[in-house]
């Protein structure tokens, strides 16, 4: 097995103070665990959720909490320049915002202004202060300027509350930093990304859908690489309980939703990949009720979706836009002809109807278009490799363009 990326690697955890603080306590474990060097730094609140002296036992190091306090005169900027890593977990409202806001009132926040180690947020707190926008506008700008914040998860809340904003589990944490760690690749740094992913539902009542097969591995698998790759990466999902951490995540239902969620993002993104699998028709009407069964068969009259992939190549500017087809036969000319008939930059066409190739598989057999070119037989290949070969496609794209310049008239 390789080793961590997180052997020998030097590391502040941050602690401030909620509920999740006593996660924090499994994630030192953890982190030390693969090798890592950790300091400790705990915010005042935090330490009325967890004494630091737990985190000095088990670092070996003792924790810090005060910028003035300690016997080192200057701590933030010897842990800032000494740390490879931070990693805030659990990271509050409160944080989120002084960290966005480029405030430096206690030692933590110090610390990140002293660093230059990529910083990873872990974020936690309860729902209604999830969704506040000015949380929401907080974390945009984090990432922005790209910090790796991984969102909150479903479950148990503080006072008994269930829902989403509970902190990530420490397993993931750690898989996140290890990512960040090992990221030489960063070749989408700055590159503003969405991708769809999974089959849109569209309600035939309040209980029946028109659906697809679609599990959202492929989409799934591009947002996770792109972000891998250091794209600020938006993922438009009909499944987001089975997303990647640290990927910021937007639930849709159906083609509509899907439609504006990436329609109002597309002036503001460099490139769109289109991996979901969207209704080309919905019915033309949800009855209020549930259809009864002894009222016989219902005809259900359908009407069109949006083309969303058709839209935006009408639309680009210097926009990338990626599609896939899911085609049974002349699977490359297919391909070739959608690639123009869509104006994209790239089409990844893929046999489905066979056993080891379409929904739910791991692997496919696909065929990159481009215009003008003929296609490329990727083979029998796995999603992890297709979305390695979008995401340099992307990458190309983007050599020699600023963040927000990119230009599709050069490639
Ligand atoms: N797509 C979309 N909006 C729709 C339908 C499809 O954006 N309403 C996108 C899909 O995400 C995919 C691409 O279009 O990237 C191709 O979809 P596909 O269904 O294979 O092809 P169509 O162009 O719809 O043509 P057909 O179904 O007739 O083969």
């Not at 693969?34 to 300091?39: D, I, N, R, T």
């Not at 979901?276 to 949800?286: I, L, N």
């Not at 979706?305 to 500017?317: F, H, M, P, S």
């Not at 490799?385 to 230009?407: F, V, Y």
Request: charged letters at 25%.
């Amino acid at each position: 097995m390789a080793a961590s990326p997180l052997a020998g690697a030097r590391v502040v955890l941050g602690v401030t103070g909620g509920i999740a603080a006593y996660k924090s306590v499994e994630l030192l474990r953890r982190l030390t665990e693969a090798g890592a060097e950790v300091e400790v730094v705990l915010t005042e609140s935090a330490t009325r959720f967890v004494a630091p002296l737990t985190f000095t036992a088990l670092s070996g190091r003792t924790a810090q909490t005060d910028l003035f306090g300690s016997s080192d005169p200057i701590p933030h900027t010897r842990l800032g320049q000494w740390a490879d890593l931070v990693v805030v977990a659990p990271a509050t409202a409160n944080l989120l915002g002084r960290l966005a806001s480029g405030l430096a009132d206690d030692l933590l926040t110090n610390v990140l202004l002293a660093t230059r180690a990529p910083v990873v947020v872990a974020c936690a707190m309860h729902t209604e202060m999830w969704e506040q926008p000015s949380v929401q506008r907080n974390l945009e700008t984090l990432r922005r300027d790209g910090h790796r914040c991984i969102d909150p998860e479903k479950g148990r809340l503080a006072g008994g509350d269930e829902g989403l904003g509970r902190m990530a589990e420490p397993v993931t944490i750690v898989e996140v930093c290890e990512d960040v760690l090992s990221g030489g690749d960063r070749d989408l740094a700055g590159c503003r990304i969405v991708v769809t992913a999974g089959g849109t539902r569209e309600p035939i009542d309040p209980v029946r859908f028109v659906g697809n097969r679609s599990t959202g591995k492929m989409g799934h698998t591009v947002a996770e690489e792109a972000s891998r790759r250091g794209a600020q990466v938006v993922l438009v999902t009909t499944q987001p309980d089975s997303a990647p951490a640290g990927v910021e995540t937007v639930p849709v239902e159906t083609a509509e939703e899907m439609a504006r969620e990436v329609l109002e993002r597309f002036a503001d993104v460099d490139a769109v990949v289109m991996a979901a699998a969207v209704a080309d028709f919905r019915p033309a009407e949800t009855a209020a009720g549930k259809l009864k069964k002894q009222d016989g068969p219902p005809s259900i009259v359908l009407e069109p979706t949006t083309d969303i992939l058709a839209e935006l190549g009408r639309t680009k500017a210097r926009q990338i836009l990626v599609g896939f087809a899911a085609e049974t036969e002349r699977v490359p000319e297919a391909g070739v002809a959608k690639v123009e008939a869509k104006n994209l930059d790239l089409l990844v066409a893929n046999l489905v109807g066979v056993d080891d190739s379409g929904f739910g598989t791991d692997t496919n057999r696909a065929w990159l278009c481009r215009p003008g070119r003929d296609a490329e037989s990727l083979g029998l290949t796995t999603k992890a490799a297709i979305a390695t070969a979008i995401c340099d496609d992307l990458a190309e794209a983007s050599k020699g363009h600023p963040a927000g310049e990119w230009s599709s008239s050069t490639r």
